[in-house]
């Protein structure tokens, strides 16, 4: 079993930062991505960024703003979250494309976290 454990989460002031992080634990034999999602109330799940290898990729929203990197030795993926903006409320989930081995063969299934509440207030 794989599991995400978030963490950093909490309320902010407008213009202030927050940073984000989520650790891979479990039976995992290689980590292909990780990223981060966020649902707002009455919105669907959005793509916030994802990191593979060197490659990151930002939802247009937050380029500039947000930056995500990872501690390959911790399996752990951060997000610094700054100039915050009400716009950016809503629940963070973290998600990871992960390897295990099943029956000898490596497998990729792809894993989410609890969620953490972000809420920035004007």
């Known amino acids: 079993q794989v599991q995400l454990v978030e963490s950093g989460g909490g309320l902010v002031q407008a213009g202030g930062s927050l940073r984000l992080s989520c650790a891979a634990s479990?039976?995992?034999?290689?980590?292909?991505?990780m990223g981060w999602y966020r649902q707002a109330p009455g919105n669907q799940r959005e793509l916030v960024s994802v990191?593979?290898?060197?490659?990151?990729n930002y939802a247009d929203a937050v380029k500039g703003r947000f930056t995500i990197s990872r501690d390959n030795a911790k399996n752990t993926v951060y997000l610094q979250m700054n100039s915050l903006k009400p716009e950016d409320t809503a629940v963070y989930y973290c998600?990871?494309?992960?390897?295990?081995?099943?029956?000898?063969?490596?497998?990729?299934?792809?894993?989410w976290g609890q969620g953490t509440q972000v809420t920035v207030s004007s």
């Open positions: 479990g039976s995992i034999f290689r980590i292909n991505s």
């Open positions: 990191i593979s290898g060197g490659f990151t």
């Open positions: 998600n990871a494309r992960i390897d295990t081995i099943v029956g000898g063969s490596s497998i990729e299934s792809r894993y």
